[in-house]
């Protein structure tokens, strides 16, 4: 289970997992059951070029993969100034 946000110019991931297994022996002489859980969260800085609004993920084969897009640079135009 996991869990992407946006804030503040922060990228937020969390997620947590839960596992349980069981176990029986011949003639059913012994039991085993076990349980793991763990939670994790990380935090990244955005740069101020990144396009929050456009930011994708993908989950593939146990890899998530988070894609951030630039914004596009601003246009800087020539401008004329007259002379006195």
Not at 6 to 26: C, F, I, P, T, W
Not at 59 to 79: I, M, N, S, W, Y
Request: glycine residues 6%; hydrophobic residues 30%; aromatic residues 4%.
């Amino acid at each position: 289970d996991v869990k992407i946000e946006v804030k503040d110019g922060m990228l937020r991931l969390s997620g947590q997992r839960e596992e349980a297994s069981e176990e029986k022996g011949e003639n059913e002489q012994w039991f085993v059951r076990e349980r793991t859980s763990g939670k994790f969260t990380r935090a990244l800085r955005l740069p101020e070029t990144a396009n929050q609004e456009d930011i994708k993920a993908k989950f593939t084969d146990g890899v998530l993969e988070v894609t951030v897009p630039k914004l596009p640079p601003p246009e800087h135009q020539a401008r004329q100034i007259n002379i006195e």
